[in-house]
Antibody
Framework: QVQLQESGPGLVKPSQTLSLTCTVSGGSISSGTYYWTWIRQPAGKGLEWIGRIYANGNTLYNPSLKSRVIISVDTSNNQFSLKLSSVTAADTAVYYC?????????????WGQGLLVTVSS | EIVLTQSPGTLSLSPGERATLSCRASQSVSSSYLAWYQQKPGQAPSLLIYGASSRATGIPDRFSGSGSGTDFTLTISRLEPEDFAVYFCQQYGSSPLTFGGGTKVEIK
């Protein structure tokens, strides 16, 4: 079964760039049968869809974050990555990667376990 | 952007009782493209329901979803101890994909 695992620094300084990687196992990103997505959740709050990428590199971002987000894919290593620039304390959250279905099936399953990223000096 | 409003914020019930959770959308969700997730403390959300009423693989039949348009409901027919958690709805009918703020089902 497909599993996802987030990795990256748990502490980022304000104004810097948050960089996370999601490693997919048990399935191939390059199969082209799913989107690969980032979602975040501030402590005690709700969920925010950040954006997604397809195997060919096509992306779609949440307009609320679009100016600061880049999602990229590395099919050779079966990974996809998130970069969020100019971070502030408001970007402190648990960041999840997840598999998203294609058109009409865009729910999220499975999810990675999540990675807490704190923005602080 | 479709805003999803979940109510109540917290539901205090006893094991064996019926739970009814509401998710209301700011505009119609096309083709009933609505999902429900369960999240337990310290864990990632996990998919319960998709297409408003279809149970995901391995989800027990005490969980059921219904609704269309702007009003959706998740019902847990008889609460088991492991069902006390936070539940989120999510629409995937239009971009950006959005989630509701969640309903916490707690033990009374």
């Amino acid at each position: 079964q497909v599993q996802l695992q987030e990795s990256g620094p748990g502490l980022v300084k304000p104004s810097q760039t948050l960089s996370l990687t999601c490693t997919v196992s048990g399935g191939s990103i390059s199969s082209g049968t799913y989107y690969w997505t980032w979602i975040r959740q501030p402590a005690g709050k709700g969920l925010e869809w950040i954006g997604r990428i397809y195997a060919n590199g096509n992306t779609l971002y949440n307009p609320s974050l679009k100016s600061r987000v880049i999602i990229s894919v590395d099919t050779s290593n079966n990974q996809f990555s998130l970069k969020l620039s100019s971070v502030t304390a408001a970007d402190t959250a648990v960041y999840y990667c997840a598999r998203e279905g294609l058109m009409g099936t865009n729910w999220f399953a499975p999810w990675g376990q999540g990675l807490l990223v704190t923005v602080s000096s | 952007e479709i805003v999803l409003t979940q109510s109540p914020g917290t539901l205090s019930l006893s094991p064996g009782e019926r739970a009814t959770l509401s998710c209301r959308a700011s505009q119609s969700v096309s083709s009933s493209y609505l999902a429900w997730y369960q999240q337990k403390p310290g864990q990632a959300p996990s998919l319960l329901i998709y297409g408003a009423s279809s149970r995901a693989t391995g989800i027990p039949d005490r969980f059921s979803g219904s609704g269309s348009g702007t009003d959706f409901t998740l019902t847990i027919s008889r609460l088991e101890p492991e069902d006390f958690a936070v539940y989120f709805c999510q629409q995937y009918g239009s971009s950006p994909l959005t989630f509701g703020g969640g309903t916490k089902v707690e033990i009374k």
